[in-house]
């Protein structure tokens, strides 16, 4: 790499000149590497090369020739834009690896032998035999090494894909070998046969070389090799035959391998790109460096998918970043640019749409990058398109042209910005994986104090962010190395944030049990710290006591079961009384303990019933009395009534059905969002006054009733008519009338007698928050009358003019001429299945013809049968004595019977003289008789 060395000795600058000049030294990575090669071996070993039973002597005479020739077919022929196609599925499995099906690319892309002319002829691999056994060991020990050595490859194996014959006039287009997984390059022994010109030549970049194999071909093996996205040509070939074996260079090397040779294998480019790393100005925190198209089929991509130069930055980035401060990912990068204005670019936007670790594990998906994030972010103006969406192609002509660009990228990440990548917007983030990259670096030997000390305050992000999915397995792992590394404080973190979660708290005790035996077989502790280790999980545990018994089936000494037994009991009751607040979760917590110590003097009424008074929630208070009572046959129940009317007495504001501005305030919800949280609160009162009234305490649930029902209608809001419709939009009416059915049915069950209370809160109920509109059953309209329709900009000239044409008995047909803005305003309101709408073309301005199709009536009349049903279907759950009780005769039988309104669509229907007089029992008066019940 030609660097100026005085370079990094400068201040870097701001984050522009900084990545400009990380661009340049990128973009220099392996420019002085070789990568083409060739070698002889005179002295060899014969591969007894053998086709239909019969040995090919070597050097190659006229008789091997023509053996082969029967053997094999011709080369293909492939010019222009013929397309051209290899199975890799044809290759065996080897070591373990799986072949995909391999697309070549069109012409000038494939294999070498591809694109030969006349002349040329090959052999697949699976049809001729190299019988000498120690072909392989002078293949694998000594050529292939040399070579991979001068090409700066390691851990490299070479697979036979084909046997080839070049004749005289033989020749190749220039092409390139686009490669499968783990392809790095192709390797083409050629044995002795003697031969003139047909030389091979090579480009990469600006980087240009002749191979030649006429020296010596008489008697030598010439072995030539290049990497896969170096274009080859082959000039012809001007006497006499060249045979070659073509081989596949893959990549084998190991993960630990590989970690081990970032370490080791520190080149000039490395250093040279370590230190402007180390250099990052303040800026972004991330920056990502767009490599050469890969050739892959499923779009995920990963380290060994790199080939060529490709491969040369993203080693030599990967053993920048393994040193200390950086993490290095891959990614699937797609920019789409917008064109709105002939040519000018606006709205564009990179999208990385995974980002996997170079072993190919998902990271994340759609992260956001900035051009300023981007290394040479000009080249793609330069680069062909992916695909491009025209306007013309579109119903909107006004949409602008969208430009997509998709590159495969290196991505950096400075361990300061893995916070900023949690809660990434849109983005779906493995919380697991960042953390275990983190734990890589962090347990890297190169890792220092500043990038640990990050990593860890990282680690306390990372357990905010965990809430759903495998991201509760990062707590076990982060508490591993908070331990390791003395961060008790991360450690509590971990085990308080990992015991909350049903699925990974048991694992998590596990490995902290693990933890802390092995610290104390090492002689690193004194003596067993029982609250140093395990506190977090009392403190924090949905069920500490069953969790503390599944630590006590983990120990096997009987003085350390015993220490932890002792340790249990006074840290959960510790835990009871220093929680500063017990909620619905804490059920199981609290009915163990009463359980427990339920028969020691004084318990129950110095601990228990003071701490819940203090620091129980609401919830928890009604479902804890509700189980007191149901099983207050148990002897640590049998003070039930006692326990009812102890809170009662202490926490009736508390025990009041709450409003959903109450639950808002508490939980710091929306009103909205609170309502559909009360649902479950509601059912909670309900249950615990049925059992209330069960133990007999009528006087004093009679209290707490009137006084819930007088707060609830003070306090919560009366929803709007639209909120009590049923178009699906809004639903809150079910909510109200669940609300209704669940304080209804335990005091019909208890024959709870009615209070003025109570009245006022079920009428209140029914018609402000449960019934909708009613329906009002219209008398069939005369002649062609419709009704108006209101205009949507307030009161137009135009629709003046066709009210006055709707309310019209006698006119069927209207007519408007107007401009089109009009005509088209006034056919907004005019539905196609109550009037047909055509336009007469015979005049200018065209006429609107509107006809009345006499169909309003019967429309209307099945939007009154809807409400009347909807209306039936809500009140269904209410008909009986208690409603009637509650309501008094005449309201029962207006809403809930229904018969006002039963009357009205009889009337209409034209069968009101077989029902009951309107007057007979009913005062007819809907509206009147709603506002006397308010008041």
Known sequence: MDIDQDANDDSPGDFQTWSSTLLGYLNQVGSTNKFATSEKFKGFVDPWLELGGQRVSLPLGQDDVELIRRFCSPAPVERGNEALHRNAQELDDWEGLRWNTETWRSAKVGPIGHNLQKKSWELDRRRFELANPDWEGFLGNTIVPRIAQQLDLWDVRAVLQKLLLHGEGSFSESQIDWPSSRILGTLAVCFPSQHSDGDFHLSSGDQKVVLRTTLGSESDITVLAWHVDATHEIKPLTQGYRLILVYDLFQIETAERQRMADIELITEDVQIVRRQLLAWPTGPTKIAYPLSRVLKDDGYLSFEDLTGRNRNVAVTLRRACALDGFIMLLANMTRTNMDVDEGRLEETNTVANEVLTCSRDFVMSRLTLDDSEILGVDRFLEQELDNMDESESTENTSRPDTFRYRDPAIIIVRVEGLSSLLDYPDADTRIDRLVSLACDKINSPSCSQRTTSIILDFFLDALDAISTGTAWNAAGVIAYQAVELGRHDVFMAAVTKGITNWSTRKPLLEKLWNIVE????SDEEEHFDWEKWFGGVVSASLSPREDLEYVSTLIEDGYTWESFDNFTTWALDKAFQYRPKLGLQDLDFVLDMVRQRYDESGWIDDVLLPTLKSRASRDLLYVFLETVAEERTEPEFAGAVTMFQYFLNQRSKKLM?????????ETNESPEDALYLAETCWDQFARFVEKGLELGLVEEFTKLIDASCDRFLKEEPIPSKEHRSDDGQWDTWRIYKALLVFLLKPLKLYKRPTTLSLRKFATSMLLDYILPEPPTYAEKPVGWAHRSIPCPNGDCEDCGSLNQFLGSETQQVGRFPMEKNRR???????????????????????TLVVT?????????????????????????????????EILGDEAYGKYILMNEMRWQRDRVMGTAGN?????????????????RLRL
């Open 852 to 884: 009345k199709l006499g169909k309003q009536h019967e429309a209307l009349r099945r939007e009154e049968d809807e409400k009347f049903a909807k209306w039936e279907a809500r009140v269904e759950n209410f008909k009986g004595e208690q409603m009637r």
């Open 824 to 846: 088209a305003h006034l056919r907004k309101q005019l539905p196609p299945n109550l009037f047909k709408c055509s336009i007469e073309v015979r005049s200018s301005p065209h």
């Open 915 to 931: 029902k009951r007089s309107r007057d007979d029992g009913d005062d007819g008066d809907l509206e009147r008789l709603t506002q």
């Open 657 to 665: 059905l709450p409003s959903s501005i109450c639950l808002a305030n």
């Open 518 to 521: 092995i610290r104390y077989q």
